[in-house]
């Protein structure tokens, strides 16, 4: 399981390539949604000629399921799709992308109605995710007490685990995904 932070607002950190290049570490943290809209002379704090220092790269993030550098505009595209979701549902879908079982749609961006087709919810642990999911269907209604005392849901509930990915919530207990 992959445990993440709880801040869901995602910020990265940008930096002049050319700076870089020459020994020098100019950049600072924006919002990850406008970081395709920043400027070099915004990223420098002054005007900047033209031709000079316009390549920008991401090389830090926080709150977004990427490993590694990428460019402005990549980071703000996934940004602005995390944007789409409210609040309580943005640390499951960025957990959800951390896994890597996510699904594209056709602009190649993580599938919104896909997750939320998947997502299970937030629960304590999957142990009770299993209990809930058992009461719902009726697992044993029709087993006689004298039966039902005898299943084994330990190995039901690890059974059951194989059809799910689970990743632990960042505020405690785990989100809980269908695998399709």
Do not use: K
Not at 155 to 172: K, N
């Amino acid at each position: 399981m992959t445990t993440l932070a709880s801040d869901t607002t995602p910020q990265v950190w940008l930096g002049c390539l050319e700076c870089s290049s020459n020994g020098l570490l100019v950049g600072g943290w924006y919002a990850a949604e406008s970081a395709d809209l920043v400027t070099s002379s915004a990223l420098h704090g002054q005007p900047i000629t033209a031709g000079t220092h316009e390549e920008m790269w991401v090389g830090d993030h926080e709150g977004l399921p990427t490993r590694g550098e990428s460019s402005p505009a990549e980071v703000a595209r996934l940004a602005r799709r995390i944007a789409e979701l409210g609040e309580a549902q943005r640390a499951a879908f960025v957990a959800w992308i951390a896994t890597g079982g996510f699904v594209v749609d056709r602009d190649g961006l993580p599938c919104v109605a896909e997750f939320e087709e998947r997502f299970c919810g937030t629960w304590g642990s999957f142990g009770e995710y299993a209990e809930q999911l058992a009461d719902d269907i009726g697992l044993l209604d029709d087993v006689p007490d004298h039966v039902s005392r005898y299943f084994d849901w330990d190995a039901w509930t690890r059974d059951l685990e194989f059809d799910y990915t689970v990743e632990t919530a960042p505020d405690g207990g785990v989100f809980v995904f269908r695998v399709m």
